[in-house]
């Protein structure tokens, strides 16, 4: 029986990505005592038993809180801000979790067990968006003099949230936690707490973002034990692009020790004459090797 589990989510559109990420998992030999278990948001029939033979469970996401059907608007991916806060509901038979985005894979093994190792006494494993070259970290609207409005990402959704000021404040200048990777064991209290701030966050804000508000509350207003894993575990392309290694064949941070990417995510996308890397494998951007050169190169995982 396998003790830890990969999940994520995707609905039909993104199945492409969602088949990616497998792939990037399972060519590990390690991969073979964790389980993958996958939360059907809208997969087809075909989809679905293309899955089945690459995967040990898959259920179908569900509202697990209450959403007004005004809000989902025939969404259903959005179940992926809800469902990925009950996980030990859908799969009950495993001691720790770790949720990766299908638009993100695993590009270095050892940030898959950097999370399984983060999340031991109920701890949540998780990656903080800052780090070297990062140049802003939350934007302002200056009006004049000192007065300014604040318009970071935590801050923005937690009035829209209507969670009160004095949380609001809290969270304005935090360095927003990203929630697209990360890990929870079977028992932790960071469930519960999760849970209970994604019904609060819910109620009044939009779904999209809910439950990122809702783990950065239970981090830093709740308090709950946190092991923040170093930025390459959750390497969040459109916020800074990495280089490529020639030598060695793969994608690593751009700045020294140019350590390697673990988990590539292409959150928010790779945007290029209006279109979107993670809907079409075509597109390529430039990047910078180690050796300075430039060259054209997809972020999608490809063997």
Request: glycine content about 4%; aromatic content about 10%.
């Amino acid at each position: 029986m396998k003790k830890n589990t990969i999940v994520s989510l995707a609905d039909a559109n993104y199945f492409p990505l969602l088949e990616e990420l497998i792939n990037s998992i399972k060519r590990f030999k390690e991969s073979e005592n964790v389980a993958i278990c996958i939360l059907d948001a809208g997969l087809n029939k075909d989809q679905k038993e293309k899955l089945s033979a690459k995967v040990d469970e898959i259920k179908s996401a569900e509202w697990d809180i209450e959403v007004p059907q005004s809000k989902i608007k025939e969404k259903e991916w959005l179940k992926s801000q809800v469902s990925r806060a009950f996980l030990p509901k859908y799969f009950p038979n495993y001691e720790k979790y770790l949720w990766i985005d299908c638009d993100a894979w695993v590009n270095d093994w050892s940030s898959v067990e950097l999370y399984f190792q983060a999340c031991d006494n109920g701890k949540l494993g998780i990656t903080q968006t800052i780090g070297p070259g990062y140049k802003i970290t939350s934007k302002v609207n200056w009006l004049f003099g000192k007065l300014a409005i604040i318009k970071s990402q935590n801050f923005k959704h937690a009035i829209k949230s209507k969670i009160g000021t004095d949380k609001a404040r809290k969270l304005a200048f935090a360095p927003h936690i990203n929630i697209g990777v990360f890990s929870l064991e079977k028992n932790s209290k960071g469930w519960s707490l999760w849970q209970n701030n994604l019904s609060e966050t819910l109620k009044a804000g939009n779904i999209f973002g809910s439950e990122g508000l809702a783990i950065n509350m239970s981090v830093y207003i709740d308090d709950l034990e946190t092991e923040f894993l170093p930025l390459n575990c959750n390497w969040i392309t459109s916020n800074l692009l990495p280089k490529y290694d020639e030598n060695q064949k793969t994608f690593v941070e751009p700045y020294l020790p140019n350590y390697k990417i673990g988990i590539m995510h292409l959150a928010a996308g790779i945007w290029k004459d209006g279109k979107d890397m993670r809907v079409d494998k075509s597109i390529k951007i430039e990047l910078e090797t180690l050796d300075k050169k430039k060259i054209n190169k997809s972020l999608r995982f490809d063997i």
